[in-house]
């Protein structure tokens, strides 16, 4: 082979590793959806990826806390509205029961519905989202009342862990912002130091069955106080407190949907900020490969004629 044949395949061969390596690098860039390999490539690119970076996983953190909250917030609103249904049919019961015409056979049978409320009240009180229980403060891992029963099994009142029932929990959604996200069960249903008076629910609510059980007739001496409209009177206080806790797990709800839209929009566009700090057009990319591809194709083509045309002109 002469050696103007063999300098032509020399630079034929590295043109074609140049080629095959450009259209290796590109396959490479689309595979992986980024320009920068190594922060030296383009180090100020490099930055801009890393810091884009750091705000997403920041930004996915805020919407794991959002989601989290969210969840337990959604449970306790609900379990609140069956506390405050069970209120509303227990004072329905017992107006029924202070209607005149009603006997003593049917005052009790309201008294034994009443009491079926109660146990109701007991479950919602005593509610869970996953592993979690939502109103014991920041005992979340058992359940925060105690039922007290009577000798007969009817509830007379609850018991609470006066060390955890107040308890509140909060998640992270911003920088600057901590929003709390349970209702504390001494603010719902037995503040602490108030059990069996007019502030517990269970006591009340028991108080106004065992009235009405006995023909709607209050304890002797406590005629004022026992009677059905007093102690209507402070279960509706009651329910109103539920009420008012209520109202304000909604605007947290909200607050935390608001959150979650703005994350999800911020989201979309750091993503975009990232494609762009990795230097990524996807079109572009499948433009060049193409183009690479091409090129690398007709210089084997040529190549290979090339050779061939040189070992006939050697044999002959």
């Known amino acids: 082979m002469r050696v103007s044949d063999s300098q032509r395949y020399r630079n034929f061969t590295r043109d074609i590793e140049d080629r095959l390596s450009n259209f290796v690098r590109l396959e490479q860039e689309l595979a992986q959806g980024k320009r920068i390999f190594n922060p030296s490539e383009d180090v100020q690119m490099a930055k801009q990826a890393m810091q884009v970076r750091s705000n997403l996983t920041q930004n996915e953190q805020y919407v794991r806390n959002i989601e989290d909250g969210s969840n337990m917030v959604s449970s306790a609103t609900s379990h609140l509205q069956n506390v405050i249904n069970l209120l509303n049919e227990i004072d329905a019961l017992a107006v029924a029961a202070d209607n005149d015409h009603m006997t003593e056979t049917d005052r009790h049978n309201n008294a034994v519905q009443m009491n079926q409320k109660i146990e109701s009240l007991v479950e919602s009180v005593n509610a869970s989202q996953g592993d979690r229980y939502l109103f014991g403060g920041y005992n979340t891992n058992s359940a925060p009342f105690s039922i007290v029963r009577d000798e007969d099994g009817k509830i007379t009142g609850v018991s609470v862990n006066e060390e955890t029932i107040g308890g509140q929990i909060y998640r ?6 901590n929003l709390r996200i349970n209702i504390p069960g001494d603010r719902l249903f037995q503040p ?20 009405i059980d006995n023909n709607n007739v209050p304890p002797e001496g406590q005629e004022t106080t026992h009677s059905n409209d007093a102690l209507r009177e402070k279960l509706s206080l009651i329910r109103d407190r539920v009420i008012t806790e209520q109202t304000y797990l909604g605007s947290v709800g909200q607050r935390l949907n608001e959150k979650l839209d703005y994350y999800q929009e911020i989201e979309i566009s750091l993503t975009e900020k990232l494609e762009d700090a990795k230097g990524v057009d996807m079109a572009d990319l499948a433009s060049r490969i193409a183009i690479e591809e091409n090129v690398y194709n007709s210089l084997l083509a040529i190549n290979s004629r090339l050779l061939g045309r040189s070992l006939v002109d050697y044999l002959s």
Do not use: K
């Open 192 to 211: 602490v130091g108030a059990a069996n008076t007019d502030q517990d629910m269970f006591y009340v609510a028991s108080q106004l069955r065992d009235v």
């Open 172 to 177: 992270s959604i911003d920088r600057d912002e």
